[in-house]
């Protein structure tokens, strides 16, 4: 499948959507000098080509009673680093799931509500996937930045 290039209008709609995804067509179409129906297509084509996605972001910084746990996992062989990741993505909890270059092969991020609560979770959630080597698990205390608008444009 090719992916298309987006353009400076393109690139510029999906600034405004980060920034607030609320703003109405309208706006942007004032705010770049052109139709709201450019706006209105535009969208509509770069969600068909699943280039964005409109969602609704939870606020970590107000969930009092729960934090961040990134859990790097090793796995035996190489070959297994693909099944691994997809059995892990197959759990609900888990938000994020990707394969990493470094000391680990693989990435998980969830939210739990304390240091039991994530021992629990990895021995009866994770470390029964086959393939899986060991884990190695670390929790966020104090974030200094977190931009809910973290997945960019860089093409």
């Known amino acids: 499948m090719t992916r298309r ?3 400076e209008v393109d690139k510029a709609i999906v600034e405004y959507l980060a920034r607030d995804a609320r ?3 309208g706006q942007i179409a004032g705010a770049l000098g052109v139709t709201e129906g ?3 297509a535009r969208v509509k084509r770069m969600e068909e ?3 964005i996605r409109i969602t609704a972001v939870t606020n970590i910084d107000r969930f009092r009673d729960a934090t ?3 859990i790097w996992i090793e796995v035996e062989r190489s070959d297994q680093t693909r099944s691994v990741a997809q059995a892990l993505a197959q759990i609900e909890e888990l938000g994020f799931v ?3 270059l ?3 092969d693989i990435l998980a991020i969830t939210m739990v509500r304390n240091t039991e609560h994530l ?3 990895v021995h009866q959630r994770i470390n029964i996937i086959p393939g899986v080597r060991r884990t190695d698990s670390t929790l966020g205390v104090n974030f200094v930045k977190h931009d809910y608008r973290m997945a960019r444009i860089v093409a």
């Open 5 to 7: 290039k987006l353009d």
């Open 23 to 25: 703003v109405s067509n």
């Open 38 to 40: 450019t706006v209105r």
């Open 49 to 51: 080509e699943k280039l």
């Open 68 to 70: 961040l746990a990134y």
């Open 98 to 100: 990707g394969v990493m």
């Open 102 to 104: 470094g000391r680990s």
């Open 119 to 121: 021992a629990e979770f």
